[in-house]
């Protein structure tokens, strides 16, 4: 599973197929190990090469590199792109991974994958996320869960506060804590679903949920 820096390479090649010295500079990381993770990147099949000259410099041609043609659709950074296209990504993590960040603003994609990938092991067990808030200060989410994950994705997901400062709040409940609250006319569950933008929703939870709030 990419991370770290290795996302930061498939951010980079999927807005600008480039050289592994121009990825070297851009992250200011040897060539060596550029060339290292390029290659295991490639032998993953996230990214793909092509030898190119350039019409300047005598030698041989260099590699250049690029996302897969599955991958370039969603590019990570094109916004409503991860929704459409993400299932033609074999891996379930990172397939939900471009998924959610198809929503978020470039300014705060940062942001967002820090918060996805330090608790990706308790995202796996929502089944729908729904972004109510995206400001450059922070931002709030509604997930769904079952009884059974519950109190521990609430004890873990709900607060997060990133090393650059931006915060995270997640409100954590079930379908069911959502059907009975909107059937008493809750302001606060009318609320969430009147503002939640669903970033995450491959069983259909808030189409369920919308018709207990009209």
């Given at each position: 599973m990419p991370s770290g820096i290795k996302l930061s390479i498939l951010e980079h090649v999927a807005?600008?197929?480039?050289?592994?010295?121009?990825?070297?500079?851009?992250?200011k990381i040897s060539l060596p190990?550029?060339?290292?993770?390029?290659?295991?990147?490639?032998?993953?099949?996230?990214?793909?090469?092509?030898?190119?000259?350039?019409?300047?410099h005598i030698g041989k041609p260099k590699k250049i590199y690029s996302l897969k043609e599955e991958l370039i659709e969603i590019t990570l950074l094109g916004e409503g792109f991860g929704k459409r296209f993400a299932s033609n990504i074999i891996d379930p993590q990172?397939?939900?991974y471009f998924q959610f960040l198809s929503f978020v603003s470039d300014l705060n994609k940062v942001n967002f994958s820090e918060y996805y990938w330090k608790h990706n092991q308790y995202l796996k067990h929502v089944h729908a996320?729904?972004?109510?808030?995206?400001?450059?200060e922070g931002a709030e989410f509604v997930a769904i869960t079952t009884a059974e994950h519950l109190t521990n994705l609430r004890q873990n997901i709900s607060n997060y506060k990133t090393e650059k400062g931006f915060t995270i709040a997640c409100w954590v409940h079930t379908e069911e804590e959502f059907i009975e609250g909107l059937k008493r006319n809750d302001d606060y569950y009318k609320r969430l679903m009147k503002k939640a933008i669903p970033m995450l929703d491959n069983r259909g939870v808030f189409e369920r949920l919308g018709e207990y709030n009209k």
């Open positions: 807005t600008k197929p480039s050289s592994a010295t121009e990825v070297a500079k851009k992250l190990y550029a060339l290292n993770l390029l290659t295991l990147l490639e032998a993953q099949e996230f990214v793909k090469s092509e030898a190119k000259a350039d019409g300047i990172l397939r939900t996320i729904g972004m109510i808030k995206n400001e450059s």
